[in-house]
């Protein structure tokens, strides 16, 4: 009987995380056999791009994360389309649906989140959708397809997943009226005064929005497909299709039963090792450090996945490093409106000091806590909100200078001269003067 | 280690990270180097066509910015580790094994702004009129960049990254200090 290889890197999931470390990983072990599982048929793709393929901007080609050859240049085995059913962490194995178990060294839960589908009647009709993979888009591309009318359709939830099918719903021509739970839409990345931006720039484009309302069912006149639905007030919405867009919760499947401790979702270290030994987690599945908080927490976007990647990369190719932490951030640009925001957007007590300044087509504002940044809320101009943000992610004490941060001139002229200098990492002097020792000769050169 | 716009070219190594810095006690907030990079990733090499002409008219890819009598340019350094490869949304950014420059794929880029939201020194730019960042490539046809080239008073140095390392570069910074 022949003794399986053992993977010496498994990971599962093909996304920002499972990326993240593979390229860790190789960048310090160019030989340790790395594999990816994904149940997505596809190679890496952009997630946020979905919009853009259903809008018809992009093709799945133009969507890939990584280049076609990635894979090969890197050595990486991809066993995409399978599904893991069953993790040993014991005896280090993986099961699948459709190929032998896998036995690793060490093991990477990158597998994401999936969208929340609330208990409603009606959520599985034809014409119900959901919007976080590229297969979403495809189908609700086909379903567009199928009809030469004018299509209506609920989006149910208003946060950054509501906002980007709506975007490219309306490039489509499908009438879209947004459902959203709570008094505003995109309430947890955007404060009151950029959610409002949002949303007059969406009504503008003839989207209509319904604040602190829920859908308690999905109708249906003609069997299987939808009708409409109706709010919690009785009132009823005729459409054609529905998105459900609610939020997203750490894919689990597999792993609630294999001993790995789990919180919300998995939990882990700075390190991005679980519970057990030789498992990792990151991305959207995991709950990583927040350094806003000071917790672990679930922060589901693109760069924390990846970021929390290199970091489980690294660590389990045998190079100790730590997940310097990461927080909610998110850039957002629906409707030609740009925002970026970080950390906190509303202040969630007395005890935190907001600063703002609005003008124009100008916004900023920053929350601090005890004289350091916890958040911050960027429209209009953003070019230069990474400054603010670093500050941010740094803790640095910015309350000598925390008036600049807000203003229109703000730069890395506005920082004290020590953090100024670290940050531009200016040359020490002695290399200044080496310089010029160079120079002198020329000069009389040129004199001549 | 060089500076200005005369070169010992063969001081560097090959295959050495070479990055811009900036010596702001020289600096006097002329602008050339923006003037100089605009005409670089202008369309027309032309300083008259590129400015009065072009449209829109071609961005910098650095920044000068004055308080008071304080002056200097930054732009992109080409991080090891750079916060904004590893954010990039869609893998338009990425880092060149060979040159060791971060460098854009702009065909790839969706305008996001997420990178200009972890850069450090907020170094990347906003094209309005594209909707796509663009950043310093290091004028990679250049022996120098022009911004080094053209600077008057010898305020940009092009050099080594001491040790190649970030880290041991802030070091010895703060020893010096």
Same mark, same amino acid.
């Given at each position: 009987?022949?003794?399986?290889?053992?993977?010496?890197?498994?990971? %599962? !999931?093909?996304?920002?995380? +499972?990326?993240?470390?593979? $390229? #860790?990983?190789?960048?310090?072990?160019? =030989?340790? *056999? /790395?594999?990816?599982?994904?149940?997505?048929?596809?190679?890496?793709?952009?997630?946020?791009?979905?919009?853009?393929?259903?809008?018809?901007?992009?093709?799945?080609?133009?969507?890939?994360?990584?280049?076609?050859?990635?894979?090969?240049?890197?050595?990486?085995?991809?066993?995409?389309?399978?599904?893991?059913?069953?993790?040993?962490?014991?005896?280090?194995?993986?099961?699948?649906?459709?190929?032998?178990?896998?036995?690793?060294?060490?093991?990477?839960?990158?597998?994401?989140?999936?969208?929340?589908?609330?208990?409603?009647?009606?959520?599985?009709?034809?014409?119900?959708?959901?919007?976080?993979?590229?297969?979403?888009?495809?189908?609700?591309?086909?379903?567009?397809?199928?009809?030469?009318?004018?299509?209506?359709?609920?989006? %149910? !939830?208003?946060?950054?997943? +509501?906002?980007?099918?709506? $975007? #490219?719903?309306?490039?489509?021509?499908? =009438?879209? *009226? /947004?459902?959203?739970?709570?008094?505003?839409?995109?309430?947890?990345?955007?404060?009151?005064?950029?959610?409002?931006?949002?949303?007059?720039?969406?009504?503008?484009?003839?989207?209509?929005?319904?604040?602190?309302?829920?859908?308690?069912?999905?109708?249906?006149?003609?069997?299987?497909?939808?009708?409409?639905?109706?709010?919690?007030?009785?009132?009823?919405?005729?459409?054609?299709?529905?998105?459900?867009?609610?939020?997203?919760?750490?894919?689990?499947?597999?792993?609630?039963?294999?001993?790995?401790?789990?919180?919300?979702?998995?939990?882990?270290?700075?390190?991005?090792?679980?519970?057990?030994?030789?498992?990792?987690?990151?991305?959207?599945?995991?709950?990583?450090?927040?350094?806003?908080?000071?917790?672990?927490?679930?922060?589901?976007?693109?760069?924390?996945?990846?970021?929390?990647?290199?970091? #489980?990369?690294?660590?389990?190719?045998?190079?100790?490093?730590?997940?310097?932490?990461?927080?909610?951030?998110?850039?957002?640009?629906?409707?030609?409106?740009?925002?970026?925001?970080?950390?906190?957007?509303?202040?969630?007590?007395?005890?935190?000091?907001?600063?703002?300044?609005?003008?124009?087509?100008?916004?900023?504002?920053?929350?601090?806590?005890?004289?350091?940044?916890?958040?911050?809320?960027?429209?209009?101009?953003?070019?230069?909100?990474?400054?603010?943000?670093?500050?941010?992610?740094?803790?640095?004490?910015?309350?000598?200078?925390?008036?600049?941060?807000?203003?229109?001139?703000?730069?890395?002229?506005?920082?004290?001269?020590?953090?100024?200098?670290?940050?531009?990492?200016?040359?020490?002097?002695?290399?200044?003067?080496?310089?010029?020792?160079?120079?002198?000769?020329?000069?009389?050169?040129?004199?001549? | 280690?060089?500076?200005?716009?005369?070169?010992?070219?063969?001081?560097?190594?090959?295959?050495?990270?070479?990055?811009?810095?900036?010596?702001?006690?020289?600096?006097?907030?002329?602008?050339?180097?923006?003037?100089?990079?605009?005409?670089?990733?202008?369309?027309?090499?032309?300083?008259?066509?590129?400015?009065?002409?072009?449209?829109?008219?071609?961005?910098?890819?650095?920044?000068?910015?004055?308080?008071?009598?304080?002056?200097?340019?930054?732009?992109?350094?080409?991080?090891?580790?750079?916060?904004?490869?590893?954010?990039?949304?869609?893998?338009?950014?990425?880092?060149?094994?060979?040159?060791?420059?971060?460098?854009?794929?702009?065909?790839?880029?969706?305008?996001?702004?997420?990178?200009?939201?972890?850069?450090?020194?907020?170094?990347?730019?906003?094209?309005?009129?594209?909707?796509?960042?663009?950043?310093?490539?290091?004028?990679?046809?250049?022996?120098?960049?022009?911004?080094?080239?053209?600077?008057?008073?010898?305020?940009?140095?092009?050099?080594?990254?001491?040790?190649?390392?970030?880290?041991?570069?802030?070091?010895?910074?703060?020893?010096?200090?």
């Amino acid at each position: 009987m022949s003794v399986p290889e053992k993977i010496k890197y498994l990971i %599962i !999931g093909n996304s920002a995380g +499972g990326i993240g470390a593979a $390229e #860790a990983i190789r960048e310090v072990d160019k =030989k340790g *056999t /790395i594999n990816v599982i994904s149940d997505e048929p596809y190679p890496a793709y952009s997630r946020p791009l979905i919009s853009d393929y259903l809008a018809g901007d992009y093709t799945v080609e133009k969507m890939l994360y990584r280049p076609v050859d990635f894979y090969e240049k890197n050595s990486i085995k991809t066993i995409l389309g399978d599904k893991v059913i069953q993790l040993d962490t014991e005896k280090h194995t993986v099961k699948l649906e459709s190929i032998k178990p896998l036995t690793y060294q060490k093991l990477l839960l990158a597998t994401g989140g999936s969208p929340i589908i609330p208990r409603i009647e009606g959520n599985g009709l034809q014409g119900v959708f959901t919007f976080n993979k590229l297969d979403d888009a495809r189908s609700i591309d086909e379903f567009l397809n199928r009809y030469t009318k004018k299509i209506r359709a609920v989006v %149910i !939830g208003g946060g950054l997943i +509501g906002a980007s099918v709506t $975007e #490219a719903l309306l490039k489509r021509e499908v =009438k879209v *009226t /947004i459902v959203e739970m709570k008094d505003r839409i995109l309430n947890t990345i955007l404060d009151e005064e950029t959610s409002a931006m949002e949303a007059e720039a969406l009504v503008e484009c003839g989207v209509e929005i319904i604040t602190d309302h829920t859908a308690v069912s999905i109708n249906s006149y003609f069997p299987g497909e939808v009708s409409g639905i109706s709010l919690d007030d009785g009132r009823s919405i005729p459409c054609d299709m529905v998105v459900i867009a609610v939020g997203v919760q750490p894919r689990l499947d597999f792993i609630k039963n294999s001993g790995i401790k789990v919180n919300r979702g998995v939990i882990v270290d700075r390190q991005m090792q679980t519970s057990v030994a030789d498992v990792y987690a990151c991305g959207d599945v995991a709950e990583a450090f927040d350094f806003i908080y000071r917790e672990n927490r679930l922060t589901p976007i693109w760069p924390n996945a990846y970021a929390g990647g290199r970091t #489980a990369g690294r660590n389990m190719a045998g190079i100790p490093d730590k997940y310097p932490g990461g927080t909610a951030m998110n850039a957002v640009k629906y409707f030609g409106v740009k925002i970026v925001s970080a950390g906190l957007v509303v202040p969630p007590d007395e005890s935190y000091e907001t600063l703002r300044e609005v003008h124009d087509h100008i916004y900023r504002k920053i929350i601090l806590r005890d004289g350091k940044l916890a958040g911050m809320v960027f429209a209009g101009d953003i070019e230069k909100s990474g400054i603010v943000y670093n500050l941010m992610k740094d803790g640095t004490d910015v309350s000598s200078f925390k008036e600049a941060i807000i203003s229109d001139d703000f730069g890395l002229t506005s920082l004290p001269d020590d953090i100024r200098q670290a940050k531009l990492a200016t040359p020490p002097d002695k290399y200044i003067s080496v310089v010029t020792s160079i120079e002198e000769p020329e000069e009389i050169v040129v004199e001549e | 280690m060089v500076c200005g716009n005369r070169l010992p070219h063969y001081f560097l190594q090959e295959g050495s990270m070479k990055r811009v810095y900036v010596n702001e006690d020289v600096c006097m907030g002329c602008h050339l180097c923006e003037i100089y990079c605009q005409l670089k990733h202008a369309k027309s090499k032309d300083l008259i066509k590129a400015f009065k002409k072009e449209s829109p008219r071609p961005l910098p890819r650095l920044r000068v910015e004055e308080k008071g009598v304080l002056s200097l340019s930054s732009r992109c350094q080409h991080c090891d580790d750079a916060p904004c490869v590893q954010a990039c949304l869609t893998g338009t950014l990425t880092r060149d094994p060979v040159s060791r420059l971060v460098t854009a794929d702009s065909e790839r880029c969706i305008g996001c702004g997420t990178c200009m939201l972890v850069c450090p020194l907020g170094a990347l730019r906003m094209d309005t009129e594209h909707k796509k960042m663009v950043k310093c490539d290091l004028c990679q046809d250049e022996e120098i960049p022009v911004c080094v080239a053209n600077c008057p008073n010898e305020a940009l140095l092009y050099m080594e990254v001491p040790n190649g390392n970030d880290k041991l570069e802030k070091k010895e910074l703060t020893q010096t200090q």
